[in-house]
């Protein structure tokens, strides 16, 4: 899977927008982008995914650039709860040279202050 | 709807002791896949199944673990002569399908503490 980079840290203040970046500029044609985060104590949680197309969804929007080498993660409105490690996955559609797993970096860890 | 279960939750269990560690995947789900995480450490992939049938157990790390699912749902990790470098989470996951395009529904985790 091709590699991606994420800042190590971010803060957030609560009910403001944050936007969470990730660059993937060896991002291949048939790569997925993925979103999973990890609240403390917890197992991972599927948050979003894409391919090419900006994504909407209960829990937050995925927006990917147009040459697909970065995307941004938004939270319209962080509360106490989205306190997290966000993990950005590129997973290759490519069944061939794929188990589908997903292969977790650091993520960034995302704080909330009230 | 009911998300991945996994029991028991914790664990404790003595040096060289064989354990056996349990995910209900999603309904309906095809794939299922198994993970470990360490204390402060990232997720570590080591097994999954499309149906009942593990296309590549490469990623286990030592012939002391093995997995199996029966009827395309339930499926089992079982250690045995376990070590104390096997405390972890174990975490389970679904995915409708198996691939890139699939989601993964992760489980609440087992916690195995080996004494």
């Known amino acids: 899977d091709a590699k991606t980079t994420q800042p190590n840290s971010m803060e957030s203040n609560e009910e403001e927008p944050v936007h969470l970046p990730c660059n993937h500029s060896t991002i291949s044609g048939t790569d997925y982008i993925h979103w999973y985060r990890q609240l403390p104590s917890q197992g991972p949680e599927y948050v979003i995914h894409?391919?090419?197309s900006n994504v909407n969804n209960r829990m937050a929007s995925l927006a990917i650039a147009e040459d697909r080498k970065s995307s941004t993660l938004i939270l319209h409105r962080a509360t106490l709860r989205d306190a997290a490690v966000y993990y950005c996955?590129?997973?290759?559609?490519?069944?061939?040279?794929?188990?589908?797993?997903?292969?977790f970096g650091k993520g960034t860890k995302l704080s909330v202050k009230p | 709807g009911a998300g991945v279960s996994q029991s028991p939750s914790n664990k404790v269990t003595e040096k060289g002791k064989d354990v056996e560690l349990r995910c209900d995947p999603i309904s309906g789900h095809t794939a299922l896949y198994w993970y470990r995480q360490s204390l402060g450490q990232g997720l570590e992939f080591l097994i999954y199944f499309q149906g009942n049938s593990a296309p590549d157990k490469s990623g286990l790390p030592s012939d002391r673990f093995s997995a199996e699912r029966t009827g395309g749902s339930v499926s089992t990790l079982t250690i045995q002569r376990t070590q104390q470098e096997d405390s972890a989470v174990y975490l389970c996951a679904s995915s409708p399908h198996w691939g890139a395009g699939y989601e993964q529904y992760f489980g609440p985790g087992t916690r195995l503490t080996v004494t």
């Open positions: 894409g391919l090419t």
């Open positions: 996955i590129l997973r290759d559609l490519d069944y061939g040279g794929s188990q589908g797993n997903l292969i």
